[in-house]
């Protein structure tokens, strides 16, 4: 009777990977961690002791660049020639197949190396017929399996087989449709851009959708750069900095007044009461490109003398996208968490925390 | 790794709470659900009727939350069995019971879950949660139900709604658990409104208080679910297989070849 029971006391698998760095070193890879994550939902900016946003900032963040949806788009569309030639080869595109569940429905996303990812269940990849490999989270009867298509590939041009192949799989066999979210960064060549490309399907502009917060009498914990764990009395710890910045970024009251019923937490111990603190959240399809840009933005904050020690910067994946980091698998079992998260201090030391959820790989 | 699915949702006579069933779970996340006939023989004799297509009752189905596609509505039967006699049916060929898509079996006495689980021709046998079970399991009849693709029911409604119920659901979860290590097991609701419905992952929780694992826990929603849909089809569509083997006389070959086009036409 004990061994089933003895599993509620075990909470599904999560993981959390902290690391340390210098911004300003030249082999720091805070700007490749960014690249390596290529679907982001959502963008939190936490500074604290700061009323007012900079201009400069404030620029950075309207700057965000725009995306496009596309309803009902074929994912053949995206395997034609034509498109790769225009977008794939020419800069970064980025699509994710938009209101599908991955642990549910099939998934389609284009990452920016030019891989096509489809995460299909176990009927669709019966019926597609295309080459792919089981997923690694899906037991020992698989139901999920992933078809990875190169589209770069110098085997993958009109006349050959496999393109043929995939065409044929994509057009005729079982034609598979989505809604797409869709990016294109290219750095400064002209060409033609995506909504002239889908003008035939149902194309849609938007900008990513930005709201500023004052908190005023927060509670902040107290850091140091040097101290991953921690020291007792003096600084807090990584993993006791990624709960309390969770729960001020969802409104938890830090209270733990005895008559809420919602939340005992508290701000862990040494802090600091700050009179304010400014949070600003950007929601949207946000490419990495642009998240680097406003990293560089941030850590040329501190370039003059700041009230605060440091400040946040948190980034989420979408729960439903086929991939984490690079090409690594990602699934949603109970949670889809796939996010990270940089503390920049005033020396331009950086912590960065990837945190994962049940069914994913540890990132790299 | 398939769409959520509650396979037990009593199909009351006013339609318009079917309706507002139907809405509820499709707001939850499920992307299948089935509507459930419970024909019970202590009672008077009952006939059954053919059962209604929901495309009929329903003209509009909901969206499925999160997802573009509509609910899936699939017809279902239970029958509550306390007696050998009350078996005869499932084995007649030519009633409406195999115009269901998924039929269930309800055993109330040791050795009518035996001949459930060993011969007769269904999907789920369901298990007793309102009431202490009047009989242990044992490993043999599991054991044979799980090789033939047998799935076993739990409720989770009457725990919502009793508190000694929900003793008698955790106590007799946790005794079949033991038998079957958790395989082949399907967590469905009763609800007979929607506040009763809860939603997938919720449910998948609950089957970690039955003892089941995590992968095991939501599978008894997802995966296992697909696969009792997939073993109704398949008793719609195959009476039989016939295997012919090459004799040496051809006569023989020729005889059977017509009684394999017989059984097709029978399906």
Not at chain 1, 16 to 32: D, M, N, P, T
Not at chain 1, 104 to 123: E, F
Not at chain 2, 88 to 108: C, E, G, H, M, W
Not at chain 2, 152 to 158: A, G, K
Request: charged share 20%.
């Amino acid at each position: 009777m004990s061994t089933p029971l003895r599993r509620l006391q075990q909470a599904p698998r999560h993981l959390l990977v902290c690391e340390k760095g210098h911004a300003r070193h030249e082999r720091s890879r805070h700007a490749a961690h960014v690249r390596d994550h290529a679907y982001n939902c959502r963008v939190s900016v936490l500074i604290p002791e700061c009323g007012v946003l900079p201009q400069v900032l404030k620029s950075a963040v309207a700057d965000l660049g725009e995306y496009y949806v596309v309803r009902g788009l074929s994912v053949h569309q995206l395997v034609a020639h034509e498109f790769i030639e225009s977008f794939v080869r020419k800069g970064s595109c980025y699509a994710l197949a938009y209101n599908t569940r991955i642990d549910q429905d099939n998934t389609a996303a284009l990452l920016p190396s030019g891989k096509l990812i489809l995460s299909v269940d176990k009927d669709t990849y019966e019926e597609l017929g295309l080459q792919g490999h089981p997923s690694r989270y899906s037991g020992k009867k698989p139901m999920r399996y992933i078809i990875t298509i190169d589209l770069t590939d110098s085997n993958f041009h009109p006349d050959g087989k496999k393109h043929k192949r995939v065409l044929w799989a994509l057009k005729e066999k079982k034609p598979l449709e989505f809604d797409f979210l869709l990016a294109w960064y290219n750095s400064g060549a002209e060409g033609s851009t995506l909504m002239s490309y889908f003008s035939k399907n149902q194309i849609q502009t938007l900008k990513p959708k930005v709201t500023f917060s004052t908190l005023r009498d927060l509670q902040c914990p107290v850091l140091q750069s040097n101290e991953l764990q921690g020291k007792p009395e003096e600084s807090c710890s990584t993993e006791e900095l990624f709960e309390w910045l969770g729960a001020v970024l969802n409104q938890v009251n830090l209270d733990n007044v005895s008559s809420s019923f919602l939340s005992t937490y508290c701000c862990p111990q040494p802090n600091t009461i700050v009179d304010q603190a400014f949070l600003c959240t950007i929601t949207g399809f946000i490419i990495p490109e642009k998240i680097i840009q406003l990293l560089e933005q941030l850590c040329c904050y501190f370039g003059e003398p700041k009230l605060a020690q440091w400040l946040t910067l948190t980034v989420h994946g979408f729960a439903d996208s086929p991939v984490s980091w690079r090409e690594n698998e990602h699934g949603f079992h109970k949670g889809g968490e796939n996010l990270y998260n940089f503390v920049i201090f005033r020396n331009l030391d950086y912590w960065l925390q990837m945190a994962l959820g049940t069914n994913d790989d540890c990132p790299p | 790794m398939a769409g959520f699915a509650d396979l037990n949702v009593p199909q009351g006579a006013d339609r318009k709470a079917v309706q507002s069933l139907l809405e509820a779970a499709a707001h939850l996340g499920y992307s299948a659900v089935a509507l459930n006939h419970i024909i019970d023989f202590k009672e008077k004799k009952q006939e059954i009727a053919k059962p209604v297509s929901p495309s009929e009752l329903f003209p509009s189905l909901p969206i499925v939350q999160g997802t573009s596609k509509r609910l899936k509505v699939l017809t279902r039967l239970t029958l509550v069995v306390s007696d050998p006699s009350h078996c005869n049916l499932l084995r007649s060929t030519s009633t409406n019971i195999r115009l269901y898509d998924i039929i269930a079996v309800f055993p109330k006495t040791e050795k009518l879950f035996h001949i459930a689980c060993t011969t007769l021709d269904v999907d789920l046998v369901c298990i007793n949660v309102t009431e202490k079970l009047p009989f242990y399991f044992r490993r043999p009849p599991v054991n044979m139900a799980i090789d033939r693709g047998i799935y076993f029911e739990l409720l989770y409604t009457p725990a919502i709604k009793d508190s000694t119920m929900r003793r008698y659901t955790i106590s007799n979860a946790i005794s079949l658990m033991q038998i079957c290590k958790g395989k082949n097991i399907v967590i469905s609701s009763a609800a007979e409104r929607p506040l009763e419905l809860r939603g997938p992952y919720d449910v998948a929780n609950l089957g970690l208080l039955f003892g089941l694992s995590e992968g095991e826990a939501k599978a008894a929603v997802s995966t296992n679910c697909r696969a009792t849909m997939l073993h109704g089809e398949t008793r719609k569509s195959a009476c039989g297989i016939v295997y012919t083997v090459k004799k040496l006389h051809k006569i023989e070959e020729e005889e059977t070849v017509p009684a394999c086009k017989k059984a097709k036409t029978q399906a």
